[in-house]
């Protein structure tokens, strides 16, 4: 997948829900979107009230992230902050109905439905109760349209297949611009061994682009 990394030199189109959300156009981000249920509401609302007291006590608005921090504090915000919010994703709390064979197809197919057309994906992996994916919008599609896209097709399809009804996707999904070449390597990795990570031998799925059911070797050789 060609690579534009993010340029502080050029606009950034910012807005915030409960996270902070920057934006350029044609760049690739690594995305996590949710299941509903996945982690507890009062866990992740402590998780929040951390977070903003973090950032101000280190003069941060939390609208604006840790990007104008020294690497060193911004390294200790990734450690703090991002990779906890992964960790509580990888206790597999919740119905985790992505783990069923079924209900992983027809998410795999929402997410390579529009490669090359909308959208270039990259690496992506299903876990029982989130995903993570490399994206880069082409032309002017927007990440928002993308993931409102496969967020809204996939409920309306896993939901009566799997015999539920209500809210199948937690509304806000984390996104970051990435930064480097090395910062997109890393990210690369950590989708491959998410799986293992989570301790999954079974109940997932690894693609790369409109290739799925990867090894996490295949995707690494890429």
Not at 1 to 24: S, V
Not at 71 to 80: A, G, K, V
Not at 88 to 102: F, K, N, S, T, V
Request: charged content about 25%; glycine content about 6%; aromatic content about 8%.
């Amino acid at each position: 997948m060609p690579f534009t990394p993010y340029n502080e030199d050029e606009t950034i189109h910012r807005h915030r829900l409960d996270l902070p959300h920057w934006r350029q156009w044609n760049r690739t981000y690594f995305i996590t979107t949710r299941l509903a249920d996945s982690v507890p509401l009062p866990v992740m609302e402590n998780w929040k009230v951390q977070r903003r007291l973090w950032l101000a006590q280190h003069g941060i608005h939390a609208d604006a992230g840790p990007d104008s921090l020294p690497e060193t504090e911004r390294n200790e915000f990734h450690r703090e902050f991002t990779a906890r919010f992964h960790e509580l994703l990888d206790a597999g709390q919740g119905e985790c109905i992505l783990a069923r064979p079924d209900v992983a197809e027809i998410l795999s197919a929402q997410l390579i439905s529009a490669h090359e057309t909308t959208y270039q994906i990259d690496a992506w992996v299903i876990i029982p109760n989130h995903i993570h994916a490399l994206v880069e919008p082409l032309e002017k599609h927007t990440l928002g349209s993308i993931l409102q896209s496969w967020k809204g097709a996939s409920a309306r399809l896993i939901n009566p297949a799997a015999g539920r009804s209500g809210r199948l996707w937690q509304p806000e999904t984390f996104d970051h611009i990435v930064r480097s070449e090395p910062q997109l390597n890393h990210f690369l990795r950590y989708i491959a061994s998410n799986p293992a990570k989570a301790g999954l031998r079974e109940g997932y799925a690894l693609g790369l682009g409109n290739r799925t059911g990867l090894t996490a070797e295949e995707v690494l050789q890429k």
